[in-house]
């Protein structure tokens, strides 16, 4: 029997894919007797930031790691495409629906136990820690004591929801960027004046005291949009308001600016801001975000939120499957181990639960090499010689180049991808002959 505390998108995949191989299973959440400041629902898998898990095509690189834990049969990436909302060229989710999914197919697993309770400690092994980044207190004084070396962390945001029938239409449009795929996202245009405008309230409105912030201490991949908004006037047009690829139907040109929104249910009755995380005090995202015009009116559902995150210095602590160097039957997961994204945490959770299976077994974990995304990611978290370690995207710097030379990006990163999946189909093959002969 393996243990695994935690029932988010790293908790969860680890528990299923430890279940599928056989192996007993119990799954500790502490919700729905405690929660996190940033956690609203009682369900496992979560989503406390975007309902996007961003892009889909094999030319970038989250979406190859996607396409390699479908192929490896993930029940995160299974539940994410049975729950897709339209997102242009992303993978995005119903929220709720997503995470109803996934709590209904781990509930009704016969091989998973789930105990709702609150661990303090970590367990002997074997077991997997998967309680995030917004572990306990208890839990990461227990998990800072188990290693004798302190956390480190960075701060996270999420951003605000609206209702759709509260945007106003005359004011917006639905277009997807260049046009790709459907047109899915409502587009909110603000002229140089309206942007100017809305900027000075920006970065003069009111924050939210989070004990410890700073600037510097902020995730880039999560970057509060007022934090962006101090680094300069054009910050912002050439990130989440970038106007490129859009055009404004009223007047066939592209606009100063553009806030986009996103679905954020299956139904299309709330969208959320993207590129929007702040922290903000709640009146001050409504006045300032109501500048944008076609928010004038906009009905807030969720506002933004702000938590630190934590994470391990994992380089000097674990190895290429998430397990504790002194003790492999000790293993982590998720965005504590500095994976950053949902994805590359569902993918963790994978890799982690797959070579505990084996070590259970008296087996050799399988090594996914440095040509996959989810071998390049573990061989990341667990590389010594890094002395400043940051949570990393998935991306393909971290990923063994080819041999051959191609210059154009998109070319050479579909070729990597290509390679990669490969890979991913020959280490199938390989398992589906073991158990195979298991059975025969």
């Given at each position: 029997m393996v243990k ?7 908790g969860?995949?680890a528990a ?6 056989g192996?007993a299973?119990?799954l500790?959440?502490m ?7 940033a ?5 496992f898998?979560e989503?406390?930031c ?10 970038n690189?989250?979406g190859l ?6 192929r ?9 495409d049975?729950t ?6 992303c993978?995005a989710?119903d929220r709720?629906g997503?995470?109803?999914l996934?709590?209904e197919k781990?509930r ?9 309770q609150e661990?303090t400690?970590v367990?002997e092994?074997p ?9 306990s207190e208890?839990?990461?004084q227990?998990i800072?004591e ?8 960075f701060?996270d945001a999420?951003?605000?929801l609206?209702?759709a029938d509260s945007v ?7 277009q997807?960027?260049y046009?790709r795929?459907?047109?899915?996202y409502i587009?909110?245009a603000?002229?140089?004046d309206?942007?100017?405008a809305?900027l000075?309230?920006l ?5 939210a005291?989070v ?11 999560c970057m509060p949009?007022?934090v962006?908004?101090?680094r ?6 050439f990130?989440?308001?970038k106007?490129?690829?859009l055009t404004?139907p009223k007047?066939g040109k592209?606009?100063?600016?553009v806030?986009?929104?996103?679905q954020?249910n ?10 929007f995380?702040?922290h903000?005090k709640f ?6 975000f109501?500048?944008i015009?076609?928010?004038k009116n906009?009905e ?5 939120v702000?938590h630190?995150?934590t994470f391990?210095?994992?380089?000097k602590?674990?190895d ?5 160097r002194?003790d492999?039957m000790?293993a ?15 993918a963790s959770g994978y890799?982690?639960?797959v070579a505990m299976a ?7 974990p399988?090594?996914f090499?440095?040509?996959?995304a989810i071998?390049?990611?573990g061989?990341?978290?667990?590389d010594e010689r890094?002395e ?5 995207n998935?991306?393909f710097s971290i990923i ?6 191609i210059r ?5 990163n579909?070729?990597?991808a290509?390679?990669?999946l490969?890979?991913i189909d020959?280490?199938i093959?390989?398992?589906?002959g073991v158990?195979?002969?298991?059975h025969?």
């Amino acid at each position: 029997m393996v243990k695994v505390i935690g029932a988010g998108l790293a908790g969860a995949e680890a528990a299923w894919q430890l279940a599928q191989r056989g192996i007993a299973v119990e799954l500790y959440e502490m919700k729905p007797h405690k929660k996190s400041p940033a956690h609203h629902t009682d369900t496992f898998a979560e989503l406390v930031c975007s309902n996007s898990l961003r892009g889909d095509r094999l030319e970038n690189a989250v979406g190859l790691l996607k396409e390699e834990m479908r192929r490896l049969g993930s029940l995160i990436i299974e539940c994410a495409d049975q729950t897709r909302v339209e997102a242009g060229g992303c993978l995005a989710v119903d929220r709720e629906g997503f995470s109803n999914l996934v709590t209904e197919k781990i509930r009704n697993h016969p091989n998973i136990t789930v105990k709702e309770q609150e661990i303090t400690q970590v367990p002997e092994g074997p077991v997997i820690v998967a309680t995030g980044p917004l572990t306990s207190e208890a839990m990461s004084q227990a998990i800072g004591e188990y290693f004798g070396t302190g956390y480190l962390h960075f701060f996270d945001a999420a951003a605000p929801l609206v209702t759709a029938d509260s945007v106003d239409m005359d004011k917006a449009w639905w277009q997807s960027r260049y046009d790709r795929g459907t047109p899915d996202y409502i587009n909110c245009a603000m002229d140089k004046d309206e942007y100017a405008a809305f900027l000075q309230e920006l970065i003069h409105a009111e924050e939210a005291p989070v004990h410890g912030f700073e600037d510097k201490h902020v995730f880039e991949g999560c970057m509060p949009v007022e934090v962006m908004a101090r680094r300069g006037p054009d910050t912002l047009r050439f990130g989440p308001l970038k106007p490129v690829g859009l055009t404004d139907p009223k007047t066939g040109k592209e606009p100063y600016a553009v806030v986009q929104l996103r679905q954020d249910n299956a139904a299309k009755s709330v969208f959320n801001l993207v590129g929007f995380q702040t922290h903000l005090k709640f009146p001050e995202q409504k006045r300032v975000f109501s500048m944008i015009p076609a928010l004038k009116n906009a009905e807030f559902v969720r506002y933004g939120v702000m938590h630190r995150n934590t994470f391990l210095q994992s380089p000097k602590l674990l190895d290429r499957f998430y397990a504790d160097r002194r003790d492999p039957m000790v293993a982590f997961a998720g965005q504590m181990t500095g994976v950053e994204g949902y994805v590359e945490s569902a993918a963790s959770g994978y890799l982690a639960a797959v070579a505990m299976a084996a070590k259970v077994k008296g087996e050799a974990p399988v090594e996914f090499p440095k040509e996959t995304a989810i071998g390049a990611l573990g061989l990341y978290i667990s590389d010594e010689r890094i002395e400043q370690f940051q949570p990393m995207n998935i991306n393909f710097s971290i990923i063994a180049p080819l041999t051959q030379r191609i210059r154009k990006k998109s070319e050479k990163n579909l070729a990597i991808a290509n390679r990669s999946l490969a890979i991913i189909d020959e280490i199938i093959s390989k398992e589906r002959g073991v158990a195979d002969e298991d059975h025969s």
